[in-house]
């Protein structure tokens, strides 16, 4: 079966460098959504996106911005990178059924390392 | 806001035995998912298991079972037959449940703090 793909697994940047991260969620779910995890943290949400329009946001910084586009797949900016945004990134899909949410699936996740 | 609590840590059991995990959570939503997940080494996050408030039988996933006492604000998680493959970190998670698309049904999960499972030989 089809499974959410993230791209770049791995990214290292600067300090003050921007990165984009990229997801592409599995077909026909409707909802993404990025988690931020923190080394020996859980996961923390940053952002959603249903039917292509932000419909959460969690605690994520002003420096990040995330937008869904035509073909569902979603694109994390972050701009201004500080040594803090180091993380494991994660994107998870899911869609809205008839009864209700189903279950959000992830993605390999993105590892960020901002030196 | 809704609040999830893992009180253990780390948690440890021997190959075959069962252990059993604790979560506690917080909300005032009435309607509502509960969810286990496990995130191994390679630190992908894997679905285990999952309960829907409304309904009072335990989920059941092959060696994995649930105990959701919802009065109490309690699910935990029960693995059966421990396998060294069962290593990991398992996060106990809270989402709310909107049936209704557009009312702000995000789904957004929100997790506890994690329990580190280790399975000894």
């Known amino acids: 079966a089809a499974g959410v793909i993230q791209s770049p697994r791995h990214l290292i940047k600067e300090k003050r460098e921007t990165a984009t991260l990229k997801c592409y969620p599995i077909?026909?779910?409707?909802?993404v959504y990025w988690y931020q995890q923190g080394p020996g943290q859980d996961p923390q949400f940053l952002i959603s996106?249903?039917?292509?329009?932000?419909?959460d946001k969690g605690s994520i910084p002003d420096r990040f911005s995330a937008q869904q586009f035509s073909d569902y797949h979603s694109e994390l900016n972050m701009s201004s990178l500080e040594l803090g945004d180091s993380a494991l990134y994660f994107c998870?899909?899911?869609?809205?059924?008839?009864?209700?949410?189903?279950?959000?699936?992830f993605g390999p996740g993105t590892r960020l390392t901002v030196l | 806001a809704q609040t999830v609590t893992q009180s253990q840590p780390e948690m440890s059991v021997q190959e075959a035995e069962t252990v059993t995990l604790s979560c506690t959570y917080d909300?005032?939503?009435?309607?509502?998912?509960l969810f286990w997940y496990k995130q191994p080494p390679s630190r992908q996050m894997i679905l285990v298991i999952r309960?829907?408030?409304?309904?009072?039988q335990n989920a059941t996933e092959n060696r994995f079972s649930v105990n959701f006492q919802k009065a109490a604000k309690s699910f935990s998680l029960k693995i059966s037959d421990s396998q060294l493959g069962d290593t990991a970190m398992y996060f106990c998670?809270?989402?709310?449940?909107?049936?209704?698309?557009?009312?702000?049904?995000?789904?957004?999960?929100?997790f506890g703090q994690g329990t580190t499972l280790q399975v000894k030989p």
């Open positions: 077909p026909r779910h409707d909802t």
């Open positions: 309960q829907e408030a409304y309904k009072q």
């Open positions: 996106f249903y039917e292509k329009m932000q419909s």
């Open positions: 998670a809270f989402m709310k449940h909107l049936s209704l698309a557009g009312s702000g049904n995000t789904g957004k999960l929100i």
């Open positions: 909300t005032s939503e009435n309607n509502y998912y």
């Open positions: 998870a899909s899911s869609f809205l059924g008839t009864s209700g949410r189903f279950p959000q699936y």
